[in-house]
């Protein structure tokens, strides 16, 4: 199971940081990833990393500005989000894939595990 938290109320530039925790102990074998999902469009990857958090994926709407970290040892997975944009508004969902690999971790129906999502809201 996944738990994210740490959504809010932000104005234009400022920052916020979400949070995923993992129950479970075998957490450090799955892929995991951040995607949005904003009204009336479809859910979007936002960033990913491997298993082991040596390898990490960008979309290009969020490279430079956003980072991606996972702890294993906390089973905790999280995304620092700076410099946000009102376009950057969106429900964020964490989630786990058990096999995943650079092309195919952007993809939604690859990850095996879901979090509830925790609302994003940049203000102009």
């Known amino acids: 199971q996944l738990q994210a938290s740490g959504g809010g109320l932000v104005q234009a530039g400022g920052s916020l940081r979400l949070s995923c925790a993992a129950s479970?102990?075998?957490?450090?074998?799955?892929?995991t990833g951040w995607f949005r999902q904003a009204p009336g469009k479809e859910r979007e990857s936002v960033a990913a990393?491997?298993?082991?958090?040596?390898?990490?994926y960008y979309a290009d709407s969020v490279k430079d500005r956003f980072t991606i970290s996972r702890d294993n040892a906390k089973n905790t997975v999280s995304l620092q989000m700076n410099s946000l944009r009102p376009e950057d508004t969106a429900v964020y969902y964490c989630?786990?894939?058990?096999?995943?690999?650079?092309?195919?971790?952007?993809?939604?129906?690859?990850?095996?595990?879901w979090g509830q999502g925790t609302l994003v809201t940049v203000s102009s």
């Open positions: 989630a786990a894939a058990w096999s995943a690999n650079s092309r195919t971790v952007v993809r939604v129906s690859v990850y095996d595990y």
């Open positions: 479970g102990r075998t957490f450090s074998t799955y892929a």
């Open positions: 990393t491997s298993a082991s958090g040596g390898s990490t």
